[in-house]
């Protein structure tokens, strides 16, 4: 089901803009890329092709891994509302791809990688500093405080991004791109890249998915059923990280996608991770297909950044989450 | 008589505060050890220094072998803990949490679901009347059943010493018979033995074969329970006449006719 409808969203998504093509068309210019045939008359092949296509292959890419983690952190931090954007981690993240940027950080012979590497790095300090910090405060490591510090952590990265905007005006408008997201103007290179950082770590936490269990029944039951505690919760972040750096690094910070889709998900598959793990990267997926879709195309010819829709969705479905589970308890 | 656990001069402080002070024990094949004491003696703590819950110094040997030196895993398949306190964050099945008591077991890359695990797992559903329960979500159980969920979890792990932090915590009358004779029956084949934190002082009396009695993180006394627990050393832990006490307590039980 969850195959089927990233299918649909996707095709529907290449079809739509602000060109619509019919779907018979589009799939033709597919087809024949792929087998290297003749464009048939009146086929746009370069808005299909270069445009659309690798955009909602790197959305589709984006999305699932953003899900993925959300829901790889939710479990591991036994918190419901636990994710890369109210952890703080992407804007960490962002706060490493914004510094590169603006000091130029680069590694020669890689247009990318310096702000690539500078964003991993970032998130994986980001999220060492704010569960350190976390577990200084609390040791019980709450779900309340990790969240509080989350957000301290992210006012801190902002105030810190407009310091880089003042001294570095020169680079305010793609510093401002990395603070709202947006993955217009993507390329098959950076799909390569999505692709790489997904299967890697994409792969490490799907092996992780009975552990993933195990921590969110609870870590003191997990170490005594005979979890490697330790060792599982450091490769899970630093695969989290990884994605989120990647992501961050190519689409700017997409907020609550990770928090909202492995929560609708776990309403429909169950908290049993062997399936929420695919469910949610499917679903997330799809998610951020349609936000991006709805992005450049309701006041098309103007294209909104996707965070707007999906801040827009997801703040709302966050105070749902939190008021749900509070009342649950 | 093999002695399968040995606790050497184990000390836990948190800050200033000293917890356990070089405790020392020993636990051997066939044996029920109670761990006796009042609120704060550091019995629970004890408890989680076997897998590393908390930082401690001091040595803790499974078999002659330095319990750090063991893989996660490995400790898992020889012994089993049931916590104090259990609660689920997930709406985890019965079934699903009784079954993570298999981890230890199925650890690998080749996730092979072994049917002796299935066996384990259903049986232990059995043996703690929670058959009719095994798809129900663990967030709508009474206290009682979710103790009984994490008891048939340690079961299913199977392991050679059960060591349980208050097993008749939430347990009414009839499971907390149920469950201490299940225990003693598992306990009755070779190699097997069990470690358990009570403060039912009747229960200790009843079923443990020794008793270490802790106050202030400290070995008050130690042996055989008959000889543990005697009124001066229960007075002196616990600064009450226990025995004056459970005697007025039976006395309500006396039929009138």
């Not at chain 2, 985890?92 to 996730?111: D, M, N, P, W």
Request: hydrophobic fraction near 50%.
């Amino acid at each position: 089901m969850f195959v089927f409808a990233l299918f649909a969203s996707m095709l529907l998504c290449v079809c739509i803009g602000s060109v619509n093509i019919p779907i018979k068309n589009t799939l033709t210019a597919m087809w024949n890329t792929l087998w290297g045939l003749e464009m048939p008359e009146g086929v746009s092949k370069n808005i299909i092709v270069n445009i659309r296509l690798p955009r909602v292959i790197n959305v589709a890419l984006v999305g699932a891994q953003l899900s993925l983690c959300g829901a790889a952190m939710q479990g591991l931090l036994r918190n419901p509302l636990a994710d890369g954007s109210t952890l703080g981690v992407s804007s960490g993240a962002s706060l490493g791809a914004v510094i590169s940027l603006a000091f130029g950080v680069s590694i020669p012979g890689f247009e990318y990688a310096g702000t690539m590497i500078m964003a991993i790095g970032f998130a994986f300090l980001s999220l060492l500093l704010i569960l350190s910090l976390a577990y200084v405060l609390d040791r019980s490591m709450s779900t309340n405080s990790i969240i509080l510090i989350g957000v301290i952590f992210s006012m801190f990265t902002s105030s810190a991004m407009n310091l880089i905007i003042t001294f570095a005006s020169d680079h305010a408008r793609s510093i401002a791109f990395w603070t709202m997201g947006s993955l217009s103007g993507t390329n098959y290179g950076q799909s390569g890249i999505l692709l790489l950082s997904f299967v890697l770590g994409g792969g490490v936490i799907l092996r992780y998915a009975c552990e993933l269990n195990a921590f969110a029944v609870g870590e003191d039951n997990a170490r005594h059923i005979g979890v490697n505690v330790r060792r599982v919760k450091l490769v899970i972040l630093i695969a989290v990280s990884v994605m989120i750096g990647v992501c961050v690094s190519i689409s700017g910070t997409i907020a609550f996608v990770g928090l909202v889709m492995p929560h609708m998900t776990r309403m429909i598959a169950g908290p049993n991770h062997k399936r929420l793990l695919t469910s949610s990267m499917f679903s997330g997926a799809v998610f951020l297909l349609l936000a991006d879709l709805i992005a450049r195309t309701i006041i098309s010819p103007v294209e909104l950044s996707i965070g707007v829709v999906t801040s827009l969705v997801g703040a709302a479905a966050f105070i749902v989450i939190f008021y749900r589970t509070r009342k649950g308890r | 008589m093999t002695k399968v656990l040995e606790v050497r001069n184990v000390t836990v402080r948190y800050g200033e505060h000293t917890v356990l002070d070089r405790l020392s024990f020993s636990l051997q094949e066939g044996q029920w050890l109670m761990l006796a004491g009042p609120n704060g003696a550091g019995k629970s703590t004890m408890i989680e220094t076997i897998f590393e819950g908390t930082p401690y110094t001091g040595e803790i040997f499974l078999e002659g072998k330095n319990v750090r030196k063991y893989k996660p895993h490995l400790l898992a398949q020889k012994i089993g803990v049931m916590a104090q306190k259990n609660s689920v964050g997930y709406g985890y099945t019965v079934e699903e949490v009784v079954g993570l008591g298999r981890y230890a077991h199925s650890s690998g890359f080749l996730v092979n679901r072994d049917d002796e695990g299935k066996k384990l797992v259903d049986e232990a559903l059995e043996k703690t009347g929670l058959m009719h329960l095994r798809k129900a979500s663990v967030l709508t159980l009474s206290g009682g059943e979710l103790q009984r969920t994490f008891l048939a979890q340690v079961f299913a792990q199977n392991p050679q010493i059960l060591i349980l932090d208050e097993p008749a915590n939430h347990l009414d009358l009839v499971y907390q018979k149920h469950i201490f004779s299940l225990i003693q029956e598992w306990l009755a084949f070779p190699g097997r033995a069990v470690l358990s934190v009570v403060h039912d002082l009747s229960l200790a009396k009843k079923y443990g074969t020794h008793t270490i009695l802790v106050n202030g993180g400290q070995a008050a006394a130690y042996g055989k329970t008959e000889e543990v627990l005697t009124r001066e050393n229960l007075k002196k832990v616990y600064d009450m006449d226990v025995y004056a006490w459970m005697r007025g307590m039976l006395e309500q039980w006396t039929e009138e006719n």
